[in-house]
């Protein structure tokens, strides 16, 4: 048993390199769009506004396994793509799968990101505005950072989504962790021992993810460190008898 | 008749028809893992919440496994591994047959086991929001621990938790998707059968988009309805203390 794991064992971390290549990009590429979609969804321009609004409908709307076929099967077996230089672009499964998931992730960052512009508190840009700050500078050297901070936890999570989310890319031939546990599922026909190896790096990953996010988290709420010092607490007054000790 | 009318057409020429039955199964397999979800969810929360430790540390666990781990792997585990675990469980007992699962059935259990995972926290939350004075009120006047959680606490925790759970039915809804990498003819499945038979996967994937979004819609409505419903008698009155 130990053998046969230690055998799989690097080519599935292999996969898991492209499961992070595929991640880390879509990642930095979503935040700018993301970004941008926000502050089009806030914006005081019609047009702008209703068209990142649809964006963020349409894309939250439909499951990201639909826009990655529609991206790989539908523009790369349509014969008005095939004479352009799109064509180059959509065949690459790679290509495709970093286009469309990021597509998908910045629909989800950006209502994330729109809720955080809004709570900003506003006597914080009167005080901008009050030291004579132009409405450019408190957008960027006030709102977004702070609307950053705010954002944090459900930013977290949109990039724990993120990372499972990859795991469809396996459906268009990529050799990501899943694809390659199930790559070696047809070759040994054994399909519980790769999958549940695959399993556990994800499980893995995700914990190193959450690790990364709580120091980010730490390194940005130098006022919030005492309250992110308190471990959750469990409590367990619900179902239970001593009802006196519920404060 | 248009060209596109002729491809979307109902009955034997067209693919209208493979479509429909497609957003059927969709909805099906969709309301059938929520459903077993939702109320193992609930379990798992009760759980989770309990004083007994294995229990609290069982489904917390559970949380964590089933939250962090991709859905199309436990959808693959459950497909492919699902017939050999359970023969090799049997096994002992004398078993000596051969267990089929249909991609329907794994599919729907590997839905229901990941929505409950993340029912359980939801379920967690609304509980634990319910103002621990109310059950002080319940146990002074002397009602049951059992009946007291079923008819004061989860009421309450059940209205603080209903977004909560539309968002979840809003992403089983699309987890569906994911049931075609399988072979469960849902509406991905059916497009992609149409794109490759006809050569034209435009309209097919197109048709599937609009195919989400129309459920979509037509379940924030519904939930639009549920919220305003479940708020009558709060609105207005919750900033005052509650008093109406």
Redesign the interface.
Known sequence: MVEIIAAMLPRLLDGAVSTLIVMVTCTILSLPLALAIAVSRLSSHGFLSRAASAYV??F????????L??VY???S??AFMRETWAWYFFQNAWFCSIFALTLNTAAYQAEIFRGALQVVPSTQIDAAWSLGLSKNMTFWLVRVPEAFRLSLPGYGNEL?LLL?????V??ITILDL?GT??LI?TETFD??TP??L??AI??VL??LLQLGLSAVEWWLMPHMRDVLRVKHQ????????D?GS?? | MSPILQLFALGATGWGDELLYGLVTTVQVAILSFAFGVVAGLLGAMMKLSQNRIAYLFAHAYSVVFRAVPELLIISVLYFGGSIAVASILRPFGFKGYVDFSPVISGVTALAIVTAAYAIEIFRGGILAVSPGQRDAAYALGVSRLVTFFLIVLPQALRISLPGLCNLWLTVLKNTALLSAIGVVDLLRAAYLGASATRDPLPFFSAVAVGYIFLTWLSMIVITRLEERTKRGYDHHTDRGGRS
């Open positions: 409908f349409v939250r709307g439909t499951p990201a396994l639909v826009q076929f529609f099967y539908g523009f077996m349509s724990i499972k989310a990859t795991s469809i396996s459906t899943l546990a199930k599922y399909p519980i999958l549940l695959a399993g994800y499980l995700v914990w469990r409590n367990p007054h619900v179902l239970t008898s009802q519920s404060k």
